[in-house]
């Protein structure tokens, strides 16, 4: 395994779509343990595969405190969501930002596991939040899209000054 370097926002590299998985092979496992360790590595409990420059449609995410409950989701797509609600979210691709977003309350998502297993999962709360938030990446969009037009120009100011520090 290797950690993979995640992107950070306005990379224009984030902006692009996912492809569908045609099948689950060595590589795309690969792809999958790469984006675990990499993820627990930053820390974080959610990375998205065009995160880390990577156009296959792959989703890695564990919100649990003891890194036990690590759930891959490969080619995923939200089939049903309802309620909605407020959560604070971050992101690895914008890092030490913060904001309310709001989301569907609930959704069921249906992917293909690490095997190449299809399974469907109806769950809410910051599984839920997380679900929605990854799957946003792989059509090429940001949490901080869902902001007004002043906070997005506030925080790509931000993040253009935090890399040009790290140059």
């Known amino acids: 395994m290797s950690l993979l370097e995640i992107l950070k926002h306005p990379d224009p590299r984030l902006r692009k779509k996912s492809v569908t998985v ?10 999958v343990d790469d984006m ?10 959610g990375l998205a595969s065009t995160q880390v420059n990577d156009s296959r449609s792959v989703v890695v995410i564990d919100i649990s405190e003891d890194r036990g409950q690590p759930l891959c989701l490969i080619n995923p797509k939200i089939t049903d969501s309802s309620g909605e609600a407020a959560h604070e979210e971050g992101c690895l691709s914008v890092p030490g930002i913060y904001e309310n977003v709001t989301r569907a309350e609930e959704v069921t998502v249906e992917a293909l596991n690490r095997d190449g297993d299809h399974f469907e999962l109806k769950t809410d709360g910051v599984l839920a939040v997380c679900i929605q938030h990854e799957l946003e990446h792989l059509d090429g969009k940001l949490f901080v899209d869902h902001l007004s037009r002043l906070k997005q120009q506030r925080i790509r100011k931000k993040m253009e000054k935090q890399r040009r520090e790290t140059m």
């Open 22 to 31: 045609e099948s689950v092979t060595d590589a795309v496992r690969q792809l």
């Open 36 to 45: 675990f360790e990499t993820m627990y590595a930053a820390p974080g409990i």
